[in-house]
């Protein structure tokens, strides 16, 4: 067999290889990923489980779909005759990545929206003792598409009652604290940092490639304090800086 045959078969097997590692991504039960393609912008979202991506082409986001947890806290009228101040905890986890991230920066106020139909309902089929005494305000996962999110729990934190003969309307009076502390497993956290590496190698091959095209003779001079720096064992083994910059 010709050796520049097996040379060029060579050659193709490792860059298969060198693709196949840069691309292969494990994605585990705790995330979702979106995947972006930089020409055509197309998104898609890969679930739990080996999957391969192009190099260079698609670019990767993680959502992670570990529990989140947030406070919040309304003013609501109880009765005819009472008001409360209601603080309850929630937990939700992301579903649809795409539309989460539609709606991220007025996220938390239709989350704290939603909340609060959901305790306005459930103030409407109880009375005060009851209300105190639940530990989970919803009896089941409630899934909400237009935020891409389930919510898991929703529990009593706090009620305060304020008896009064003024009925208030309903109405958000704080902003949620979101508490959430994003868990990435190993193999993501290696995966995002070869990627991070390849954009920063190849931003930095770009720099040099453009300082080359328009200022040749500082490339040069640049190049040789490189080669220098990483080969020279004293100052001595510096010639003049007059010589290195011809």
Known sequence: MPTNYVKKIVVLVLLSIIILTLGTISIDERENVIVTNIFTKK?????????????????????????????FTVNLPFNDT??????VAIQWQVLNPQTYLAVNESFHKMLANKVTKIIESRIKTTDLFTFNQLSDLISEPIVENDLGIKIINISLNQLKVDPSSVKMPAQIITESSVVYKPQISIESAY????????????????????????????????????????????KSDLPPIEDLYK
Not at 197 to 216: G, H, I, V, W
């Open 43 to 71: 998104e898609l979202v890969l679930t739990p489980g080996l999957h391969f991506t192009w190099p260079m082409v698609e670019q990767v986001s993680y959502i992670f779909m570990n529990k989140r947890d947030g406070l």
């Open 191 to 234: 995966y995002q940092t070869q990627i991070l590496k390849l954009n920063t190698d190849l931003k930095q091959a770009q720099m040099y490639q453009s300082l080359s095209n328009t200022e040749s003779s500082f490339y040069r001079f640049f190049r040789k304090l490189q080669v220098y720096k990483m080969n020279a064992r004293s």
């Open 82 to 87: 009472a008001k409360a101040e209601i603080s």
